[in-house]
């Protein structure tokens, strides 16, 4: 992946006989609830499959905010309301524990971390990718969440992964710079941000931003600055636990 370049409940029965009580025994450990939402087996690109179970789960299991967990501190996180596909995905993923079985596994200091991807997941799921929901007032500034991609003839589509994510680092530059790296033109607020902040304005148009963190950005940070090995992993996993924040009932 590039880049520039995704129970059952068990009760415990206490036993009669002849109207007498026996010894209560031990109790199996009652399994958590299945997680509402689209069996991930079921989620594939053909016919429009997934788009439509993802917008569906989305529409009926809300939310806008998760926290990510992880050694080296938290992060606060909003989606956002205009990317629909990429929210309700990221928020079903999240809730079934895809995450929280991966690591950021590609780290670039002054550019961005990259996470969300496993060869090693136990929960089963089909390859699915999503289509983009770029917009021009969503833009790779510090602490911008967007999805990863194919790049290239073997996605004209510019379609995203599923589950390949990454925050931006990036780094402040002068208004020039900016503009000169952006392809699309840039607004004065995101002139602002890019000079202020910092980021990644060769990124905008190209990639779907469909977040940012509100709270823990000096955790990107951090993850930035681990000991990397030759392939950009932290020499140190850094794990992914995910928390949605449910809307109050």
């Known amino acids: 992946m590039k880049l520039l370049s ?14 007498r009580a026996q010894p209560e025994t031990a109790k199996d450990p009652a399994a ?24 569906a789960y989305g529409q009926e299991y809300p ?20 990317t629909p596909l990429h929210k309700a995905n990221f928020l079903l993923l999240s809730r079934k524990g895809v995450f929280d079985e991966t690591v950021f596994h590609r ?6 971390i990259q996470g969300g991807n496993s060869n090693f997941r136990t929960i089963p799921m089909k390859e699915y990718h999503l ?8 833009f790779h500034k510090y ?46 607020e995101q002139v602002r941000a890019y000079t202020t902040i910092g980021g990644t304005p060769g990124l905008d148009g190209e990639y779907t931003v469909f977040g940012e963190v509100i709270e823990g950005l000096d955790v990107i940070n951090k993850i930035a600055n681990e ?10 996993d850094v794990r992914i636990k995910m928390e949605v924040i449910e809307p109050k009932k």
């Open 6 to 19: 995704a129970t059952l409940l068990l009760s415990a029965l206490l036993a009669t006989a002849c109207n």
């Open 32 to 55: 958590p609830a299945p997680i509402p939402g689209p069996d991930l087996m079921t989620l594939v690109d053909s016919g429009g499959v997934a788009e439509r179970q993802i917008l």
């Open 63 to 82: 939310a806008s905010e998760v926290i990510m967990h992880t050694r080296l501190g938290d992060m606060r996180i909003r989606l956002y309301d205009d």
């Open 107 to 112: 780290v670039v200091k002054d550019f961005a």
């Open 131 to 138: 289509k983009p929901e770029v917009k021009p007032e969503h």
């Open 143 to 188: 602490g911008a969440l967007a999805m990863a991609r194919y790049d290239g003839a073997q996605n004209p589509g510019k379609l995203s992964s599923n589950n390949d994510f990454y925050i931006v680092q990036g780094k402040k530059m002068t208004a020039a710079e900016a503009k000169a790296s952006s392809p699309r033109p840039l607004s004065p």
């Open 227 to 236: 000991p990397l090995d030759p392939y950009n992993w932290p020499k140190k």
